[in-house]
T-cell receptor, first 115, second 110 residues
Framework: EAEVAQSPRYKITEKSQAVAFWCDPI?????LYWYRQILGQGPELLVQFQDESVVDDSQLPKDRFSAERLKGVDSTLKIQPAELGDSAMYLC?????????????FGPGTRLTVT | QKEVEQDPGPLSVPEGAIVSLNCTYSNSAFQYFMWYRQYSRKGPELLMYTYSSGNKEDGRFTAQVDKSSKYISLFIRDSQPSDSATYLC??????????FGPGTRLSVLP
């Protein structure tokens, strides 16, 4: 069964350092989402891509966060510099427009701890 | 007021019980309604989705949507210890982003 891949699974970094997360969506899925999930809360959208284009990054803290999906396949989310409040689970999800777009498939997430 | 509200729990039930999980929402324009299950330290997995109002059944799971009350429910029959997880409701406008509730932690005790 096809899955969304994410790496690394866990990342510990010091405040003010740069950190990057990688996501490979299910093959053929044009829509890719990055979410942040703080413990005890639901996922909150950071950025949504349709192919290589950003369709919504209104909740992305652009002074420190950046995301790209250069060839419309895999994607990278970067934080520079990391802050203590960035400690959270970073989830990637993908969906297929052809399937109506209502089904999102999530990856296992990257758990970030900023010290 | 948040767009989607859920009782965070934790909810503890004995094995075999019927579980009722609920969400309320404020945006009457939501059209698609989903339930996800999330095990500890894992990504959410889709359990059920419904479009507009009505019921949908899949095995031990039943999803209900009442758009007039802006209320959705997930029922789990014959609950099992393996059902212990956090259950997230999510909603979506046509072509728009998903909005998630904070999740309800469920514990099914053997």
């Amino acid at each position: 069964e096809a899955e969304v891949a994410q790496s690394p699974r866990y990342k510990i970094t010091e405040k003010s350092q740069a950190v990057a997360f990688w996501c490979d969506p299910i093959s053929g899925h044009a829509t890719l989402y990055w979410y942040r999930q703080i413990l005890g809360q639901g996922p909150e959208l950071l950025v949504q891509f349709q192919d290589e284009s950003v369709v919504d990054d209104s909740q992305l803290p652009k002074d420190r966060f950046s995301a790209e999906r250069l060839k419309g396949v895999d994607s990278t989310l970067k934080i520079q510099p990391a802050e203590l409040g960035d400690s959270a689970m970073y989830l990637c999800a993908s969906s297929s427009f052809l399937a109506g777009g209502y089904e999102q498939y999530f990856g296992p997430g990257t758990r970030l701890t900023v010290t | 007021q948040k767009e989607v509200e859920q009782d965070p729990g934790p909810l503890s039930v004995p094995e075999g019980a019927i579980v009722s999980l609920n969400c309320t929402y404020s945006n009457s324009a939501f059209q698609y309604f989903m339930w996800y299950r999330q095990y500890s330290r894992k990504g959410p997995e889709l359990l059920m989705y419904t479009y507009s109002s009505g019921n949908k059944e899949d095995g031990r799971f039943t999803a209900q949507v009442d758009k007039s009350s802006k209320y959705i429910s997930l029922f789990i029959r014959d609950s099992q210890p393996s059902d212990s997880a956090t259950y997230l409701c999510a909603m979506r406008l046509g072509g728009q982003n998903f909005v998630f509730g904070p999740g309800t932690r469920l514990s099914v005790l053997p």
